[in-house]
């Protein structure tokens, strides 16, 4: 029980614990943002890309099954 390698709890032994100082400062590592903002932005291009594509096609369709022969789309 008497063990001398162990500390005595004694007050000049037991000190409160200090608080880890908070940094309140913005972190200057923005890496992970412009990844997320890059990866929205070619979504968002690839995601219009796709619908005026779609839509495209959807007007070829419906001339074709219209009936008429002359669907070929006319450049200007």
């Known amino acids: 029980m008497n063990d ?10 037991l ?3 200090q608080p880890k100082p908070q940094n309140r400062e913005p972190r ?3 890496a992970p943002a412009m990844a997320g ?12 890309w ?6 495209a096609a959807s007007k ?3 001339c074709v099954l219209s009936g008429r022969t002359n669907c070929n789309v006319i450049q200007p």
């Open 4 to 13: 001398p390698n162990t500390q005595k709890l004694e007050p000049e032994n």
């Open 15 to 17: 000190k409160p614990a």
């Open 28 to 30: 200057e590592n923005n």
């Open 37 to 48: 903002l890059a990866i929205a932005v070619v979504l968002l291009v690839v995601g219009l």
């Open 50 to 55: 796709l619908a005026h594509e779609l839509r």
């Open 60 to 62: 070829m369709q419906d």
